[in-house]
């Protein structure tokens, strides 16, 4: 992200040993090309970002077709032959659909995509939402108490997230529940709902990044408000919620993301990635919270603690 927070050098030093751990480079065999779609800054930077980490987590220089919107499908097919693409990643929603015109003996992964359904094309991506096993250890590093989940979601487009969240739990004492809904309207009776219960003290709710469920001027203002005033831990996939009063979020490193797209794309390319596991979300992290919401909840997190976040809210002069 273009974000730049509140680091210490050892934190930096740890999470640099661990990304070499998680991404060790291999060199690859199978020529990869990626597809990206044209875009001005800040998204160019982070879109360049996660083409670098590619390149690095494949250990070779990737073929590149630049998109426009009003591209010509015959472009890319000219460009798998003459460049000899034999894998594909494509970046964004615009290469995403561009993916369609890839040949059918071609694998494709698609990354740097805000949300993504498993069923949109069938093909194996790395959407950026944050794992949600990450959320929860973070979670639990902040608060132990919080031992339910209360997650509301659109099912057309985060049920995925929802099922990987419920098996990544299943095996300990924490416990996610999820509401359905299909509209801002329906979400909003839900919210509303959560908080006439009477056991908001061992409750966290977990936002994620859907305007159908939360939206930044009406709902979202509400949960904040209800929160703070229940003392109602409130965490998020969304970074943007943690500027305006939400706890904490993770979101991806570019780079990671794109070393996580490599990994994936090998994968695809011998065959190993099995049907059940099509769609992932981004593990390689960086995190942010809300100190005054922090201090409001009576987490007194130390200067020390506070260096281990990637960004600070709110942002100190």
Known sequence: MFFKGYKGVTSAIVIA???????????AETKVGIIVPE??????????????????GLNQRTSK????????????????????????ITLGGLGQKASMYVPNSTPIVQGALLSASPNVNNFPGVALTPDPKALFDLLHRLDDTRKKIIVVYNPAKNQWVVDL?????AANDVQVVAYKATD???????????????DLDSIALWLLQDRKVVDSKVVLPFILEKAWQKE??????????????????????NELHGKQ???????ESAGKNGENNRMFPS???QDAINIRTAEHLGLNLSRSKLREFDVVFPVSN
Not at 261 to 267: C, F, G, K, R, V
């Open 39 to 56: 875009l001005r800054a800040p998204f160019k930077i982070i879109f360049d970002a996660v083409t670098e980490g590619v390149d690095a």
């Open 184 to 198: 801002i309207k329906q979400a909003a009776i839900i919210y509303d709902e959560i908080f006439s219960r009477d």
């Open 17 to 27: 040993l661990v990304s070499m751990h998680l991404y060790t480079p291999v060199f």
């Open 232 to 253: 109602l831990v409130v965490f998020s996939s969304a970074l943007s919620h943690v500027k305006k009063g939400v706890l904490f979020s993770m979101y991806p490193n």
């Open 261 to 267: 797209l490599a990994e994936l794309i090998l994968s």
């Open 165 to 169: 969240a419920k098996r990544q739990t």
């Open 283 to 285: 593990v390689g992290l």
């Open 65 to 88: 077709l630049t998109l426009k919107k009003d591209y010509d499908s015959k472009d890319i097919v000219r460009w798998i032959q003459k460049e000899n693409i034999e894998a594909v």
